[in-house]
Structures are given as C-alpha cells and as structure tokens.
C-alpha cells in the first residue's frame, strides 16, 4: 500500500480510498455518520477517485521503492554499529547528493541517534561534501530534541573529520553555535572569523542574530544589525527580527513605530512574519483591542500576506479563552477573502473545542478542513481519536486506532487515556487491555488513574491471567504503575486461591525494593494459612512486621493455626515465638497473649498453658486479659475439669465480673448447663451481678436442650434483679413456640406453681397466643403489639412473625413482607428465604423463581432445605 511519506506529499491522501481498497475504508478513518459517514465528508463521486489519481501507476512504484530503501536505510542504523553499519549502508551504493541527504534525514527526524549517524557515514564517503543545507538540517534536528549536550560534542568533534575544509568552516560553527543557543561561544568565532579576513554570509548572519534576540543579547543585536546592513545583507527576515526583539523587551512602542517606519518605505521589506509577531506581542500584553485594530489596519494596506499574522491572532485569542471571537474571525476571514489557516491553527481550535464538549463544531471544523484540503497530522488524528471517544462513536475509533500504524500516524498519551477509559467504561475490557499493551509498547506510559481503573475491572471481572501478564508486562519494559496496582492484583489473587502466583509478584516487587501494603500482606499470610503453609505464612508475618506494620490478633491467630497442624507443631509454634519476642515490635505481653489466644482457637490448650507459665517466668504478671484467654483455651478445647481448677484458682484472687462472664459463657458455649448454672450461682453468692449475655446464653442452652422450665425459671430470677428481657431471649422463646407447645405447657405448670415477675408472665402470654395455645388474637398487628409489650422487636422478630404466617397462608405472609417494608425494615436472607419456601411449598412455584431472582440479586442464598422444595 501506499506509505504515508508519499501520501503526504499529495492531496490525495484526503481523498476516499478507491473501490478496490473498500477493505481498507476505514483505515483511512474519515468514517463518521450513523452507518459510514466521512469523518471528512466527501461527495459520491469523490468515493470512486482512485488514491494514485495524482500520478501514474509506475510513479507511484518508483515512489514504493524509494520508501522502502528508506526503511531499509533507518532499520540498518538502528540494529547495526560502527563498521557493521558502514559495512551494510555502503552495499547500496548510494549516489549521495545534497537532497538524497535531506531526504534521508527529514524522513525519520524524531531518530536522531540514526540520523547523526547516516550524517556521519555520508560525510565519510569519497567524492560527497556536507553542505550548509545538509548541515543545517542536522542542527535543527538536533536542537528540536533538545539534545544540546549532543550538539556541543558533534561541533566540538567537527573540526577533527576529514570533511572539515571542505566547507565553509566557520559559517557552519557559527551557525552551529548560535542554533544550540550558545550566542556567546558564536560570537567569539565571528570574531576569529573578522580576525583572519573572512565574513559569514547573509543567512549565518541572521542565524546568529535571531540567536542573540532568543538568548537576550539585544545591544549586540543592534550593532549586528547595522553589520548586516552595512554589507547589503538587509532583507525582511532581517526587520522581522528586530520586532521580534523590541517585542520580547517588551519596547511595543518602538516595534510599532519600526513598523511603521517599513510600511513609509514602501512596504518592499515589510514581512507578514514581522507584523504576525507584533500582534502576538500585544495578545501577550493583553491588548487584544490594539492587536485587533493593527491586523484590520494592515489588511487594508495590502502590502503584505496576511496569513501570518491572521494565524497569530488566531492562536492568542484561544489562549485568552476567547475561543468564540476566534472562531468568528476565522469564519469572517474565510468567507471574505478565502483565508486557510494551516494545520496547526485547525488543530488548536478542534482541541480546545473538544475540551468544551463542543462536538457538532468539532466535526464542522474537521469538514473545513476537507474541503480546504489541509492535510492532517497526528495532532489531528489524536484529537479526531478523543472526539470519536467523547462522542461514544468507538467502533470507528478503533478503526481509526488500528490503521494508524499502516499511516505511520502516532497516538500520543492523551488518546490513549480517552481510548482505555472509554472502552473499559463500555466494558470492552479486552480491547482496553489490548491498547493499554500497545500504549506501553510504544513508550507512552497512561496516566495512574488509567492504569489502577484497568487493574480494577480485571480483578472485578476475574481475569486474572491477563492481569499477571500485564504486571509482568509493565516489569518487563521498566513500567512503573503505582504499588496500589500491585497490591490489588496480589490480593486478587489471593482471593481466587492463587497465592503462590501471588507470592511470586511479591517476590519481583522485593526486588525492586517496593513495598506491599499491610491489606496485601495480610491477604497473602491469610491465603497460605488456609492453604497448610504455615512456613511461609510465618515467614511473611515477621515480614510485614519487620516493614514497620502491626499484625491483629485475627492475622497471628490463623498463623498459630496454621502451625499447629503440621507435622511438628510444638517446635514450629515456639520457633515463631522466640522470633517475635527477639524482635520487640510489639510488647511481651502483647506478644504472649496472642499465643495464649491462637493455641486456645487452634484447641491446643496445653500450649495455651505453657505460653502462660512462660509468660510468669520472664518476670511478667499475667494480666485479666491473659487469664481470660488461657480460660478459653480449656473451655474451646473441652477441658472442662482443667478450665473449673484454673477458675476456682483464679476467682480466689481476683473478683473481676468478666472473668465470671467468661467461665459461664465459655461453659454455655460447650453445652456444660449444670456447671454453668453453678458458677452463675456462685457469682451470686459473692454479689456479683451476671450480664445479660450471660443469661442469654443459658436460657438459649436449656431451651436447645429442651428442658424449658429451666430456662423459665432463669427468666424469672433475671428479671426479678430489674434486667428486661431482650430481643434475644424474647426470639429464643418465639423460635421454639413455634416448633412445640411443650414450652407453654411448661410456662403455664411453673406460673401456678412459682410467683412469677410480671415481665416474665407477659412473656408467657405471648409464647401461648405465638404457639396457638391461646386463641383470640386473630390480626397480625395485635399480635406485634403484645410483642412489642413484652420486648423490642427486631428483624429476627418480624422473620418469627413471617413463618408462622407463612405456615398459616402464604399470602397472609406476602402482605406481612410489604407492610415491613413500609416501615423500613431491610430484609434479609432468611425473610427471602420463608417467603420463597412457602410459596414453593404452596405450589406456587413460577413466583417462588422471581422471589429468587431478587434474592439471589440483592447477594443472598437458599437454605438446603428450600433448595430441595423448590
């Protein structure tokens, strides 16, 4: 196909592809309407005008050829060195010319390392010379890239080549010089130069003296200028450099009487440039009225073009935000005297309309530019790419992105940002992934935002793989994204039951001396205790400690866990704990404590133990905290008699209510009543009051064991000390109403038999109308309102309330659901779950599916038992 190098040299490029490139059409990504309107619209009889239409077939061959010995040319500089390179350039047998040398070097400018060396090669070959064009390309290259360090080495090495009296030596110096911004060392060469009897010629003069302007040297300009003139040399480059340098002293009086003082003289040496840059030097000012009135006065002179200084002041006004005046003067400027401003005008104007959101003008401006046939760069390409993407248009945008290379176009990192961003917004992840790659692969590095959003969608849809390869992309080509990146990607992994792939980035991340998070470490310690790794978990916590972050007791106690079952338990378990106490992050106490409580969870109390006698050794007074875990231990590892000896010991010295709270719950918990209900007395005896978890947890025991007198006697003496009955005794009570009268029967035989406290007969009645045994209560409200008399009613309550009406009539139910819903209730898993039970068990099973649906939306899953209904 036709390379963008020749296209670009003619006007056909803005022409449609022919009918036989019809597979290409969008590679040329002028595509823009609902179905395939033009980007740059043409009309349909431009569509069949073939993209050689400027010239010959055999024209366009030779043109292919000439691109391809170019490449060829620049992939030999790139991949060879030295000798190699002479070696492999010197088999084309160049003809080398002046403009074989300029074109060379203006095809690839942006490599300046391969084009320094082509001009290096090409000075070298018998019977060619460098000139002062070719010379001169090469500083402008060179100062373009701003590589004057380079620029000084190649002046400073010039005199040595063999080339160098070929040439007019010191014209190239100074030239060479003053294009570095180094006036001064120029100067001093002029100097020599007058010295020895020779003199630069007319254009090192003005090289040298818009150098001096630039660099700030204006009494030296002016004594140049007068060289300049003195020796004939004075021309309207010359006069445009001196307003030039009134303007950048800010002397605005003295350019406009200058420039004036040209238009007196006939106007001869009067340039468009010199009246263009003193209407920028009052936009600067911020004179825009006065700018105004110069371009209008000028235009009716006629004495120079005006294209210039329209551009200039096109610019200024857009800069100023003044984007409405500028595009009224353009549409003016057009209709009136045909003016086409230059690509870079048009680009100006489509950017910052794009940053408005102006999008119907961003595509008239795009048409202007069609019809006027300016040619579009890749600043216009990458704004047409951030328009499509604002647009919602990403069908042709990706057309247009993956023809940019067979265009030799470049996207820069703004369009890539617009790209990722918009398609991960349409959820097009794998497409966003693909250009994030190329994005990287070309250098450009998206912004941290870009790159953290990415992560996230990729961790959040489970693509796991293609985010390791994206870590490891970014590793690979020293790309650096945020170490919040990182650490979701590792926790991703973790989460998805990866964590030796997420240990190994880790690992890399060591290596470049970045620093995970203390969710990452946690996430990983987490992940190898639940996969029996307790080496390496153990090995990651003194890490993370080691980082300056404070493990929990939750983190050490799955560790602890972890450890104790292995093959050695004891050993590893003391290896960690000589370890954390050697390292003094945190306090002895602390440190055993948490020991104390991951043995006792990992049902190892006898560990639990020694820890604690360990802890007396070291000269430290186990505190209530350390008394409560080693307590636990034995109640969590059913030592039921150790745990009774270690509380007798302990409540002989210390009368502290919570270790009484927790002997009686511990004992609750493992289904000890008659112990439990012991020491509840005993707590008594020594005027201490239990808590009302205490309570619970014995009533809730004695209920699941089924002996209901029990718990109603406890009831009775709860409140009869002034504790109200909660909404957890109340719910107990309802749950086991509902699956046996037996809990009334028991209720009514002690309330004839004991005196019974109010609350707790209150709390009777409500079991006996709950379980049916009292009739009369017939509407549900009533019902809720004896609730409510005898305790607070909760969530769990109205699910009590739900599945008896549910076991009544399904429907009754549904209306009980909207009528908590009104009130704000928030259902949970177990509401969806009776109402879908009951309508499936009703038959009803088609609306059971939507109730499932909503459940299974809102996160929630069916019990086993519902699930084999339905």
């Not at 391809?68 to 992939?75: A, N, Q, S, T």
């Not at 579009?376 to 990458?382: A, I």
């Not at 470490?521 to 916590?541: E, H, P, Q, T, V």
């Amino acid at each position: 196909m036709l390379t963008l190098r020749y296209a670009r040299q003619t006007r056909a490029f803005l022409s449609p592809p022919s009918a036989a490139a019809a597979a290409n059409a969008t590679a040329t990504l002028f595509l823009f309407s609902s179905s395939a309107t033009e980007i740059y619209p043409s009309s349909p009889s431009a569509s069949t005008n073939s993209i050689t239409s400027n010239g010959s077939q055999s024209e366009m061959h030779r043109n292919d050829i000439v691109c391809y010995f170019r490449e060829c040319i620049y992939e030999i500089l790139r991949t060879h060195d030295g000798a190699a390179a002479d070696i492999a350039l010197s088999r084309f047998n160049l003809h080398l010319s002046e403009t074989l040398i300029l074109d060379v070097l203006n095809y690839e400018k942006k490599d300046v390392l391969s084009c320094l060396k082509f001009f290096d090669w090409a000075g070298r070959q018998p019977g060619f010379h460098h000139t002062r064009a070719t010379f001169t390309a090469i500083f402008r290259i060179l100062s373009k890239a701003k590589l004057m360090s380079l620029m000084f080495e190649f002046l400073q090495n010039y005199m040595k080549q063999r080339y160098v009296h070929k040439v007019r030596y010191y014209n190239i110096l100074v030239i060479g010089y003053a294009v570095a911004g180094k006036p001064e060392t120029a100067l001093q060469l002029f100097g020599r130069m007058r010295f020895v009897g020779v003199d630069l010629d007319a254009f090192a003069y003005h090289v040298l003296m818009n150098s001096l302007v630039e660099q700030g040297y204006y009494d030296v300009v002016e004594t140049l200028a007068k060289e300049i003139r003195v020796r004939g040399f004075q021309n309207e480059v010359t006069h445009s450099i001196m307003i030039k340098s009134f303007c950048k002293q800010n002397e605005l009086e003295k350019g406009a009487e200058y420039l004036h003082s040209l238009v007196q003289d006939d106007g001869e040496q009067l340039s468009g440039i010199a009246v263009g840059t003193y209407v920028d030097a009052l936009c600067k000012d911020n004179q825009f009225e006065r700018a105004a009135l110069l371009v209008e006065e000028f235009r009716k002179m006629g004495l120079v073009s005006m294209e210039h200084a329209y551009g200039m002041w096109i610019r200024d006004l857009v800069k100023a935000g003044k984007l409405d005046g500028a595009l009224e003067f353009l549409k003016d400027k057009q209709a009136i005297e045909g003016y086409v401003p230059d690509v870079f005008r048009y680009n100006m104007l489509i950017c910052r309309l794009l940053r408005e959101n102006r999008f119907e003008e961003v595509y008239d401006m795009l048409e202007d530019m069609k019809e006027k046939e300016v040619l579009p760069d890749d600043v216009t390409m990458n704004a047409i790419l951030c328009f499509l993407c604002k647009a919602g248009r990403m069908d042709i945008a990706m057309d247009l992105y993956d023809s940019s290379k067979e265009f030799g176009l470049s996207v820069n990192c703004m369009a890539y940002n617009y790209l990722i961003n918009t398609l991960l917004g349409d959820v097009s992840v794998d497409e966003a992934y693909r250009v994030l790659r190329n994005s990287i692969e070309q250098g450009y590095l998206p912004g941290q935002k870009t790159i953290s959003f990415i992560t996230d969608v990729l961790c959040r849809e489970g693509k796991l793989d293609k985010l390791k390869e994206l870590v490891l992309f970014t590793l690979d080509h020293n790309v650096m994204p945020n170490d919040l990146a990182y650490d979701k990607f590792i926790s991703a992994l973790c989460r998805a039951r990866k964590v030796e792939e997420g240990y190994m980035v880790h690992g890399l991340l060591n290596t470049l001396n970045k620093s995970a998070r203390k969710s990452t470490y946690m996430d990983l310690i987490s992940g190898f205790s639940k996969s029996s790794r307790g080496d390496i978990a153990g090995r990651l916590l003194i890490e993370m400690q080691e980082k300056g972050y404070s493990p929990s007791r939750r983190l050490v106690r799955e560790v602890i866990g972890c450890l104790c079952k292995t093959d050695n338990p004891e050993n590893q378990f003391f290896r960690l704990l000589e370890m954390q106490l050697s390292r003094y992050r945190m306090s002895a106490s602390v440190i055993y404590n948490f020991f104390i409580d991951g043995a006792g969870h990992a049902r190892k109390p006898e560990l639990a133990r020694q820890v604690y006698e360990m802890m007396k050794r070291s000269g430290i007074k186990p505190d209530l905290r350390s008394d409560i875990l080693v307590l636990r231990s034995y109640l969590n590892g059913n030592r039921t008699a150790q745990a009774l000896n270690l509380f007798r010991d302990l409540s002989m010295t210390s009368s502290k209510k919570k270790l009484w709270h927790t002997m009686i719950i511990g004992l609750c918990k493992a289904k000890k009543a008659v112990y439990a209900s012991q020491v509840m007395d005993n707590m008594k005896a020594h005027n201490l009051i239990p808590s009302i978890e205490c309570y619970e947890e014995l009533i809730k025991l004695y209920c699941d064991l089924g002996q209901y007198y029990k718990a109603i006697d406890i009831v009775n003496d709860m409140t009869q000390i002034g504790r109200p009955i909660s909404s957890f005794v109340g719910n107990v009570f309802l749950l086991h109403a509902l699956k046996s009268r037996k809990l009334y029967n028991d209720w009514s035989y002690l309330s004839h038999d004991q005196n019974l406290t109010p609350a707790c007969w209150m709390l009777g009645h409500v079991i006996g109308v709950f379980s049916g045994s009292i009739e009369g209560y017939h509407e549900d409200e009533e019902l809720e309102k004896l609730i409510q008399q005898c305790f607070r009613i909760d969530i769990y309550t109205n699910n009590m309330l739900l599945r008896r009406l549910s076991n009544l009539g399904i429907d009754r139910a549904c209306k009980f659901y909207d009528r908590l819903r009104e009130k704000g209730y928030e259902p949970n898993r177990w509401t969806y779950d009776i109402i879908v039970h009951g309508l499936a068990k009703d038959g009803r099973t088609a609306e059971a599916r939507v109730w499932v649906e909503e459940m299974f939306r809102k996160g929630f899953g069916l019990t086993e038992v519902t699930q084999k209904i339905i």
